[in-house]
């Protein structure tokens, strides 16, 4: 059964001279199913109806034409108006296959899936509005997986499981060992091992703004010369310690350190390395000497 409501709503735009496409879609935007309309239009289309539609038409003009070939065109404004909106829903729709493949790097998934939906919805208005609820659907998608692949890595990266992070953190500590060391024996090739520890240690200082934040869960505070070593204080944020102990961190440092020939070379004159770990807003502790004898 047609419904009265549609039939009306057509009646009256065609009245105002609003083509057929546009009353399609003004049907389909305001939610309208698609079968009522089509079986709306079919009935306006029937003889007997358009004959009684021209009898209703106050103006003689309008009984003179055809109800059903009405097809007044659009301003250029109007015209203007549904292109830009139809274009809009096309980049939404490419942004969403873009962000599909995006995903994969959050730093330009993210605002690649934000801007296509953002065209998407723009686009929902317009005659392309199949295209604007696709493109709706895939910047979602790419939306979810962007910020999931994001979390994983900031959890990996925070709990010390990202290789890539890992890889980069010793390459900073043993740049910048190998700078102090290789600093201290050319301005002093001579010396104790007390005034060497000195002298490193107060290189760093100088060279380093202290605190450093190292990464996620770790920030290096300082760095003091103690009677046989060199040691340096961190404080852990963030991280779950439940399975650390000064063993773990010790097996984790070992290969950095021992690998170093500069700092090698500090362990084989007896000076030592230390490393201070305390737990923010804890009284957790944790500490690791690395000699010698831990890189034969």
């Known amino acids: 059964m047609v419904n009265q409501q549609i039939l009306d709503y057509i009646k009256q735009q065609f009245q105002q001279g609003v083509s057929r496409e546009i009353i399609s879609s003004n049907l389909v935007f305001q939610g309208w199913q698609q079968q009522d309309i089509i079986n709306a239009f079919s009935t306006i289309d029937k003889p007997e109806y358009v004959s009684k539609m021209q009898s209703e038409v106050p103006t003689p003009e309008s009984s003179t034409q055809p109800f059903t070939v009405t097809t007044t065109s659009q301003s250029p404004e109007s015209s203007d108006r549904d292109v830009t909106k139809n274009k809009k829903a096309i980049i939404g729709l490419t942004f969403g296959v873009i962000g599909l ?151 984790y440092l070992s290969p950095s350190i021992c690998q170093n020939e500069d700092t090698k070379d500090l362990l084989d004159q007896d000076i030592n390395m230390e490393y201070s770990y305390s737990v923010e807003n804890s009284e957790e502790k944790y500490f690791v000497t690395l000699t010698k004898t831990d890189c034969k």
Request: charged share 15%.
């Open 101 to 251: 493949i995006a995903w994969f790097i959050p730093l330009f998934g993210l605002p690649i899936t934000i801007a296509g939906l953002v065209f998407s919805i723009l686009g929902l208005k317009s005659a392309k509005r199949g295209l604007a609820i696709a493109g709706i659907v895939l910047c979602s998608i790419g939306l979810l997986a962007s910020v999931v692949n994001a979390s994983i890595g900031a959890y990996m990266g925070a709990t010390g499981q990202n290789s890539l992070v890992n890889k980069y953190l010793n390459k900073e500590i043993q740049n910048s060992q190998t700078e102090t060391t290789q600093t201290v024996q050319t301005d002093n090739n001579s010396g104790s091992k007390s005034e060497l520890i000195n002298q490193i240690v107060q290189v760093v200082k100088n060279q380093t703004t202290l605190p450093m934040q190292i990464d996620q869960t770790t920030k290096w505070v300082d760095i003091t010369a103690e009677p046989s070593a060199i040691r340096y204080h961190y404080i852990l944020s963030s991280i779950d310690t439940n399975n650390m102990t000064n063993d773990s961190l010790k097996n």
